[in-house]
C-alpha cells in the first residue's frame, strides 16, 4: 500500500506520539519512513530519533506546513502524518495551524494522529471507521481504507449517513442559481445531484444499496466488512460512533478539502478533521 511515509516534528512531546505512530505504520506496511523537521538543524536529538526508527531525516527552514507538503512531495511519499495539536477548540482558528493547513493542502493521504491525549495509549490500531455516500470517489475511500485494514488485520466498519432535506432547505435551495431542487425533482438518485447535496437524498434503503456496494468493495480487499445505515449528519455520525465505540482510526476521502469548496457548511472531511475524537486518515480521493 503505502510505500513511503513522511512525518513531520519539532521534537516536542506531542510531536513524538505522531512519529511513534508514523514508525509503527511504516513497520507493519513494509514502507520507508522519513522524519521532517521545519527550522534549524536541531542536531544530535533529531539525529537519535532518526536512528531509532531507522528513519530518514530532513532538515529545511521555512513555513512548517509548506516545508512538510514541499519535502513530502519531494521525496514522494504516499502517506503524510501529523500531529492533531491546534485542531480542535479554538486553536483551530489559529493563523498557520499546521494540520489545518497541510489537511487543506496535501496531494497525498494526509493521517492526522490524536496527539492530546493519544488514542488508545498509542498502541496498534484495533478498529476503524470508514463513511461513504456511494459516490465513486467515497467508494475509493473504501476501497483504500479496506486495503489498508487487511494490512493490519482488522476489519473496518462502513457507515452511510443519510438525512432528508427538510421544507425549509428545499426552499432555500431554490433560490440558489443552480437550482439542485431541479435536479432533485428530476429523479432520486445520487448521479443527478450536485455533489455538495449528495448524501441527503439517501433514505434507509438507498444508504442499504450503498452500503451493499462498499460491502463488495471491502471484500475485494480480503476484510469482511460491518456495515451501518445511521440516519444523521455524516460528520456528526461518524464522530458520534467514533466516541461512543471507542474507535481508533476514522477513514474518509478528500472531496471538498481543498479550494473554495472547503468552506461549505457541512463539508464532511473539514468538519470531521476539526472534531475527530480519535485518529483521522484523509485519503486523496479527488
Known sequence: ???KIAAGTDLSQTAKVATDRAASLASKLGADLVLIHAGTDPGDAFEKLAESYGAERIVEAGNPAEVLLSEAGRVGA???VVGSVGMSGARRFLLGSVPNKVSHHASN????????????GGKDYRSILVGTDGSPTAMRAVDMASTLAAKLG???TIVCAYQPPTEQELKAMRSDPSDPVAQWSAGKTSKETPDEFRWRIADASHATDVLERASEHASKHGVEAQVRAVEGHPAEVLISIAESE???LIAVGSIGMSGAKRFMLGNVPHRISHHAPTDLLILHTS
Do not use: S
Open 1 to 3: 500500500m503505502y510505500k
Open 78 to 80: 504516499d502517506l503524510l
Open 246 to 248: 471507542d474507535m481508533d
Open 109 to 120: 493521504d494526509i493521517l492526522i494522529v490524536k496527539t492530546d491525549p493519544p488514542r488508545n
Open 154 to 156: 482488522i476489519a473496518p
